[in-house]
């Protein structure tokens, strides 16, 4: 497995493949690993020939108040996990390298970035999109694996390639939980063992929607109302939002459908979690 810091090393690394025919997958993370990324990578393995992995804390995807100076970071763990998934190339670049001096270019997909996560971190898509056609511009790989627990992050990325035409498959893959169903997360190291507890409130609000609407509810403004006042029960959670909303579009619905998104953010103490569930969709 090699360590790659440089981009004109990585960009020169992955133009071999392309001439021999050999597809290039990737998945781009911010490191400090879980089971989450390891599936993405598992799969990445089984549809390419040269696995590359990312890690970089993309500093233009935080807010001023956010968390980019203590997100967690383990460089030892990250690469035994990319040696037991098979990955070939591990790319760490520098926030120096990739946003020198003069850096003034930016992606930005319009509405979809917008409402959920946009709404409350403004501009975080901006950077995320800029992040990822960068990465795809050095790593140029034909498939790309992302997780569906960042919904609107895998949509907003749909919308750029498909919109500036880049030769890039993009693979959605599911949600990997813990035992007992919180989602896994980076962000999770952040949790007291208490708040450990009460952010599962996040997941039985995604259980309990699931519920009602197998139950055959549809009305939003019910869904919305139960699925708030399943998180209210915990007193350490503050919603940030509960929203049902078209699973492509992401606009607001009146009425839930197979295919509606549900997608909820939840702050428990000072960490900010997400969570979704497609309604319908086998789990
Ligand atoms: P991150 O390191 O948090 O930026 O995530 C890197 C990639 O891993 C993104 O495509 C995430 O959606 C994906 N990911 C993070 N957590 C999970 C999870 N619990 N299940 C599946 N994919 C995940």
């Known amino acids: 497995m090699k360590i790659i810091n440089s981009i004109v090393h990585m960009q020169a690394l992955a133009i071999a493949p392309e001439r021999e025919g050999r597809r290039i997958s990737f998945v781009p ?26 890690i970089f804390v993309n500093p233009i995807q935080f807010g001023k108040n956010e968390d980019l100076d203590s997100y967690p970071r383990n ?4 690469c035994r996990i990319a040696e037991a998934c098979g990955v070939d190339i591990v790319f760490i670049p520098t926030a120096a390298e990739m946003y020198p001096n003069g850096f003034q270019t930016g992606v930005t997909v319009r509405d979809i970035s917008l409402p959920l996560c ?26 790309a ?6 919904y609107q992050q895998l949509a907003v990325i749909r919308r750029m390639t498909a919109d500036l035409n880049m030769p890039v498959e993009i693979v959605g893959m599911p949600i990997v939980r813990e035992a007992d169903d ?10 007291s063992q208490d708040e450990r507890l009460s952010a599962l409130c996040l997941s039985r609000a995604v259980k ?28 350490a959670a ?6 049902f909303r078209d699973d492509a579009t992401l606009h607001e619905l009146e009425v839930a459908d197979s295919g509606t998104l549900l997608a909820l953010a939840v702050k428990i103490g000072k960490t900010r979690l997400i969570d979704n569930t497609v309604l319908g969709e086998e789990l």
């Not at 490191?31 to 590359?52: C, I, P, Q, Y």
């Not at 694996?145 to 960042?150: A, E, P, R, V």
């Not at 309990?208 to 007193?235: K, Y």
């Open 29 to 54: 993370t911010m490191g400090f690993l879980h089971d989450g990324h390891a599936s993405l990578l598992r799969e990445g393995r089984k549809r390419g020939d040269v696995l590359v992995l990312s």
């Open 75 to 78: 460089m030892d763990h990250d």
């Open 118 to 143: 946009g709404a409350s971190r403004p501009g975080h898509f901006d950077g995320v999109a800029t992040v990822v056609a960068k990465l795809f511009n050095i790593v140029r790989p034909d498939v």
């Open 145 to 150: 694996l992302f997780g569906n627990k960042d």
């Open 182 to 191: 919180l989602a896994m997360s980076s962000r999770n190291a952040y949790l």
């Open 208 to 235: 309990r929607a699931r519920e009602l609407f197998a139950a055959g509810e549809r009305s939003v403004a019910v869904l919305v109302r139960e699925t708030r006042a399943c998180i209210e029960q915990e007193a």
């Open 238 to 243: 503050a919603i940030d939002y509960v929203e």
